[in-house]
């Protein structure tokens, strides 16, 4: 099957794991004060345990520093251990309150309450289905981001700028997951109407204007451009927006 071919099904499907999770992830709910220390997760991103936690990152729009723990890993599932004693993801470490969590719920609980100041809001609670959907996004998936495979590391982690329920993003996180590569996640939710639809048709028409003050201005002031997903890799200094272009990089950079 052509690349782009299989991309392109890898994107539809990418698109009804985000539907299953009722589009959790896309918007801030409000966006929360960014710890002095960036917290941790250790995380797979084919998880949809994980996927929670992430989806409230988003919501709150707060960074983190990510350590893929795919199965049959071997770089970060020890370090996981080793942090909270059990081999479990998702594990949080927020070194800012010397606090380790693992249940996914637990974690969206703390999250909100520490750094929303706020409840939890329903639609980021457990509920009954949630644990099905997930599951079932992640099949719809593929599974893909849930398999260790052999790959050179750098020394620097990799940037990228994200929102959970993009589905171009969740592709490029997914070949993160399963190469070990840690990033570093600038997540950065829509704040607005203006901000739906994909960044080169948007359904407000016009010249895109952020809203004034939110994170997303700051981007576009650093960037010249709100677009996800966005890597940076310091080791070599590349740059790139296009989900195929970052996937085809990052095989060509570090996969053995």
């Known amino acids: 099957m052509p690349n782009n071919t299989k991309h392109q099904i890898n994107v539809l499907q990418s698109v009804v794991t985000s539907t299953l999770s009722a589009w959790r992830g896309t918007s801030v709910v409000k966006a929360a004060r960014q710890p002095k220390k960036r917290l941790k997760l250790y995380d797979m991103e084919g998880c949809p345990h994980c996927r929670r936690v992430r989806e409230a990152l988003t919501a709150l729009g707060l960074d983190a520093e990510i350590y893929p723990c795919p199965k049959r890993g071997t770089r970060f599932r020890p370090e996981a251990a080793r942090q909270g004693g059990k081999r479990l993801v998702p594990l949080l470490v927020d070194p800012n309150t010397s606090t380790r969590l693992y249940e996914a719920q637990d974690i969206v609980d703390y999250l909100f309450e520490t750094y929303g100041d706020r409840a939890t809001p329903f639609a980021y609670t457990k509920g009954v289905l949630a644990p099905v959907l997930g599951g079932v996004g992640s099949l719809v ?12 590391h750098p020394k620097k982690m990799l940037e990228l700028w994200s929102f959970e329920s993009s589905p171009y993003s969740r592709l490029v996180r997914e070949r993160l997951t399963e190469l070990e590569l840690s990033y570093v996640l600038h997540n950065i939710g829509k704040e607005q109407f203006a901000d739906m639809g994909p960044a080169v048709r948007r359904v407000q ?16 002031a650093e960037l010249g451009r709100v677009q996800v997903p966005y890597l940076v890799d310091p080791n070599t200094g590349v740059k ?3 989900s195929a272009e970052i996937i085809d990089y990052l095989e060509w950079q570090y996969a053995q």
């Not at 998936?141 to 050179?152: E, F, L, P, V």
């Open 141 to 152: 998936s593929s599974m893909r981001g849930t398999m260790a495979r052999k790959a050179t």
């Open 205 to 220: 028409p016009g010249p895109y204007k952020p809203r004034p003050g939110g994170r997303r201005e700051k981007v576009l």
């Open 240 to 242: 790139l927006y296009e």
